[in-house]
């Protein structure tokens, strides 16, 4: 029973990092909208979107990931039965990997991929540390 509360913490954390992700890029949308005409299936053209973004839209993006990381690890740690910090990891992890498959599936510039992916795992932690605080 444990290990399936801890499976449904890892899922509910995940599922509520994604819908934050989902609610920040909504929001950076709306401050930063796309070119009229810009077709989001065409690799190259959402390539030239990105590359043309302000500072501001790439800040907002990194803030709304660094926030979605910290509320998968605090989430998997306060919701887990045992091992909160082994739950924040796992949580953690994936939403990396998803992060991960963000940053490389859709074009976007390096120094950027390098500090997205700076967004994930450090927050996790912190979100689990304090999720988890007291509890093992």
């Known amino acids: 029973m444990r290990l399936l509360r801890g499976i449904a913490s890892v899922l509910a954390a995940v599922i509520a990092g994604g819908l934050v992700v989902l609610a920040v890029e909504t929001l950076s949308g709306r401050f930063y ?25 790439y800040a907002l993006l990194v803030a709304g990931w660094a926030l979605a990381a910290f509320l998968v690890g605090w989430i998997a740690a306060r919701l887990a039965a045992e091992k ?10 994936l939403f990396f990997a998803a992060g991960l498959i963000n ?4 074009p976007h510039p390096t120094w950027f991929r390098l500090v997205g992916m700076l967004a994930f795992l450090p927050f996790s932690y912190l979100g689990g540390r304090l999720g988890g605080r007291g509890r093992g």
């Open 103 to 106: 940053l490389f599936g859709i």
């Open 84 to 93: 909160p910090m082994q739950y924040a990891w796992i949580a953690g992890g």
């Open 33 to 57: 909208p796309p070119p009229p005409g810009v077709d989001h299936r065409d690799p190259q053209a959402l390539g030239a979107f990105i590359a043309s973004m302000p500072l501001g839209a």
